[in-house]
């Protein structure tokens, strides 16, 4: 692991040691609203000072922190299994099921994933909880979000199957599955661990521009993206404003850096 | 020495010239491009404004004093129980291409006005009954107009019916307002400049309007149209948000004007609707007086005004703003924010406060969701303060963002939602432009629409009560009876409304009497009467 790996790794654990500490020990809760105090600007009770409704911006920004950084990844980790269900068996059974799994592959990259997710969020039940909302949300990306990686993994599959190793083990008498379990997937890894750092920011910047919309998880439940759209107006914000932009752009650098990228080409 | 003198007042001569030649010029931003330049088909805000600054109107409504002033009308007479208008016009008026108007082209105006074909938005509020209107012209100057039945505030409709002449046949015809069509670049700009035959001059003796050229710029983005604002590169913003306002009130506090209390307002209302797919028990909540007043009372208005608004907002009193100054009931004072009261209501129709949660009779926990559209970022906030005060009385709160074509599918088709937190904008002074509204067959009765039979004794009052106005010339009698609206409003609270927007405008201060008012168009109402000083040699 080279050292912009290793130090991206570490940034990564420290925001969410951070963000796990406020959930256990909250200085602040993230909805209160301090009304005598909208905009107010850092002090001791209040670090990063107060939004427009008087709320702790440092709780608020460690609560999104902690739901990015736990939701983002479980819904990468659930885009990559589909991802792999699909790509693997189209490129390693080949044939009907490769078409099949194109056609589909093709059929998902071309819709409008936004305004998919629009649709979508407006037939969510009103009286979901905020974090239901969210974590529905989260759950849709995974499911519009297989598509690209699913291709990789394709192209990553047919190539094994036509190694001289998977040759070798077929002449030997392996069974399909068998050959799928032991050989391919194991030495897909590479290119799975690969698509999941990927997919990790890429889900990360669509909760942000839903939050962007406004449609992101629901008052008062902070998010990344909900954060960022104090920044619709960057004249009027106080440089502490722009924390969560800081947080974001170093989260979204450091997942990018700890992909594995060297290990994706063999 | 003598020479050098002379040069300079050769070269300040030289100046003053170019200047007097040179057109002054006011430039603002459209939020979007006019549908269409036909003054009869005008249903947007952009084409307004071009329908405003072009079109030549019977009657305009002052929009600082709200009184009825004459223009192309010399004098008019209502008669006959509101059903007949007389008007004399105004001698030697000519249309920007210089054909003298007469009776006929009111005449004209009015049958394409309510030709049905032409679907005339303004038309409506002229159809008092199915019979067309007799129009009669009894000389080239007097007119009079004969309505099927007696038309509610019929002088101040013709507020909003530019006349056009009776036999141009050009796209964009000729008009009789200060300003007219020269130049319109799709998705671009318009350029708008002064008719040399616009009838109305100073004290002076000087023709109007003083500012030759209006350059109108179709700017979609409110944050370009702030920048462009603050390099000078146009003169004024019509409306801005509170953020905006006190941003720019900072940085050049003769820029921006707060005119006070506006038509506009916010309200939240529970859905009614009996059909609708709300669990009944929730039905039972928010068809009950009670309930709908002490959620109005657990609010803290004076906070979303001072908050969220920034202090350019004040709590709202009912449906009408004190902006609208006759119809306005000033009697009426808004729901007091006083949480034991709201207990006490909710105690009252067996509501019971357990561990900080409220249980209704039946024990179901009260939690319930309002949905508002995404993007706007007051109403969201609003939605935020609302959940903090009805914890208070131990109410939960779900609030939910929408795109606003499924947030409009909801209320208006499927009635899949509880309560809903929206804004209300009377562009009309007259309450006769709100019988859509409160009557309980309209289709914009929000809470519970289209209804066969008033639902409730109070529903059927106003019902009563809005058709006797609509019908009743007599303006006293008329404010007597939206009066007696209000109150019932007010009393049985169907919308609980929140604030009163207050209208802020920025305007260059090189932009000489402007007086910014609460009625639109806010900035430029007296356009006529701009000034504009020309600068030349260089910028600014």
Not at chain 2, 12 to 18: D, E, I, K, N, T
Not at chain 2, 60 to 70: D, E
Request: with cysteine.
């Amino acid at each position: 692991m080279k050292r912009p790996q290793r130090l991206a790794i570490i940034v990564l654990a420290a925001l969410f040691v951070a963000a796990i500490l406020s959930a256990v020990a909250p200085a602040n809760s993230h909805a209160r609203q301090y009304r005598d105090l909208p905009g107010a600007r850092p002090s001791a009770a209040f670090p990063l000072g107060t939004d427009e409704l008087g709320r702790d911006r440092l709780a608020r920004l460690l609560f999104a922190t902690r739901i990015s950084l736990v939701l983002a990844p479980a819904a990468a980790l659930a885009a990559t299994l589909l991802a792999v269900m699909v790509g693997g068996m189209a490129g390693y059974f080949g044939g009907f099921w490769d078409k099949c799994a194109v056609r589909a592959i093709d059929l998902m990259l071309s819709l409008p994933w936004l305004f998919l997710l629009l649709a979508a969020r407006a037939l969510l039940p009103l009286n979901a909880p905020p974090i239901a909302s969210l974590i529905m949300t989260y759950g849709l990306l995974a499911v519009l979000g297989w598509a690209g990686p699913a291709r990789v993994i394709r192209a990553g599959t047919r190539k094994l199957r036509e190694s001289d190793f998977i040759l070798q083990a077929s002449a030997g008498g392996c069974g399909k599955l068998r050959i799928l379990w032991r050989h391919l997937i194991p030495n897909l890894k590479p290119i799975l661990l690969a698509q999941l750092w990927t997919t990790i920011p890429v889900f990360i910047l669509s909760e942000a521009n839903l939050g962007l919309l406004g449609l992101s998880a629901s008052e008062p439940f902070p998010t990344w993206g909900n954060l960022l759209r104090d920044l619709e107006s960057p004249f009027s914000l106080q440089p502490e404003g722009f924390a969560p932009l800081a947080v974001v752009m170093l989260s979204v650098a450091c997942f990018k850096l700890a992909t594995p990228a060297q290990e994706y080409h063999t | 020495m003598k020479r050098c003198l002379i040069a300079i007042a050769m070269l300040g001569l030289a100046v003053v010239s170019r200047a007097a030649q040179a057109p002054s010029e006011l430039r603002f931003c459209l939020h979007a491009e006019p549908k269409t330049f036909d003054p009869l088909l005008v249903e947007d805000a952009s084409s307004e404004t071009i329908r405003y600054l072009t079109g030549g109107v019977l009657i305009r409504i002052n929009r600082k004093t709200q009184q009825l002033t004459p223009e192309l009308a010399a004098s008019w007479k209502v008669d006959l129980q509101g059903r007949r208008i007389r008007f004399s016009l105004r001698p030697n008026v000519k249309f920007s291409d210089s054909t003298p108007f007469s009776a006929d082209d009111v005449a004209s105006t009015m049958k394409r006005l309510m030709d049905p074909a032409t679907h005339s938005p303004a038309a409506d509020a002229f159809r008092s009954s199915d019979v067309p209107p007799q129009i009669t012209i009894s000389n080239p100057l007097t007119v009079s107009i004969l309505f099927g039945a007696p038309v509610a505030g019929l002088e101040r409709l013709f507020d909003q019916v530019a006349i056009t002449p009776a036999k141009s046949q050009q796209k964009i015809p000729a008009v009789l307002g200060p300003y007219l069509v020269a130049e319109h670049k799709p998705g671009a700009e318009i350029l708008l400049v002064r008719n040399p035959n616009y009838w109305k001059v100073d004290g002076t003796g000087i023709r109007l309007p003083y500012i030759d050229r209006i350059r109108l710029e179709i700017q979609q983005n409110r944050d370009i149209e702030l920048v462009k604002f603050r390099r000078g590169e146009i003169d004024l913003i019509d409306s801005l948000d509170p953020d905006t306002f006190d941003e720019l009130s900072r940085q050049a506090p003769r820029s921006v004007v707060d005119a006070g209390a506006s038509l506009e307002s916010e309200m939240i209302w529970f859905n009614q609707v009996p059909a609708s797919p709300i669990p009944g028990y929730k039905q039972n909540w928010f068809q009950s007086t009670a309930f709908r007043r002490a959620v109005s009372e657990a609010i803290n208005r004076l906070d979303i005004c001072r908050i969220v608004y920034r202090g350019h907002a004040r709590p709202a009193e009912g449906p009408v703003s004190p902006a609208n100054r006759f119809w306005f009931n000033a009697s009426l004072k808004p729901h007091p924010h006083d949480v034991a009261s709201a207990r006490r209501r909710l105690e009252s129709e067996g509501f019971r406060l357990r561990g900080g949660q409220l249980y209704d009779r039946e024990g179901h926990a009260v939690e319930f969701s309002v949905i508002t559209n995404a993007g706007n970022r007051n109403r969201e906030r609003i939605a935020s303060m609302l959940q903090q005060d009805l914890q208070t009385i131990g109410m939960r709160l779900n609030v939910v963002t929408l795109d606003f074509p499924s947030l409009i599918e909801r209320i208006t088709r499927t009635f899949n939602y509880e309560s809903c937190l929206l804004g209300l904008t009377n562009f009309d002074l007259d309450p006769s432009a709100q019988m859509n509204v409160w009557l309980s067959s309209a289709a914009n009765h929000q809470w519970n629409p289209n209804q066969k039979q008033p639902a409730t004794p109070w529903e059927a009052e106003i019902d009563k009560l809005m058709q006797a106005q609509a019908a009743d010339p007599r303006p006293e009698a008329r404010k007597r009876a939206f009066d007696r609206v209000q109150q019932i409003v007010w009393d049985e609270a169907p919308f609980l409304f929140l604030v009163t927007k207050n209208s802020l405008t920025a305007i260059s201060p090189d932009v000489q009497n402007a007086a910014p008012v609460a009625l639109t168009p806010q900035a430029f109402w007296n356009i006529e009467m701009l000034r504009k000083p020309v600068f030349t040699g260089g910028t600014r």
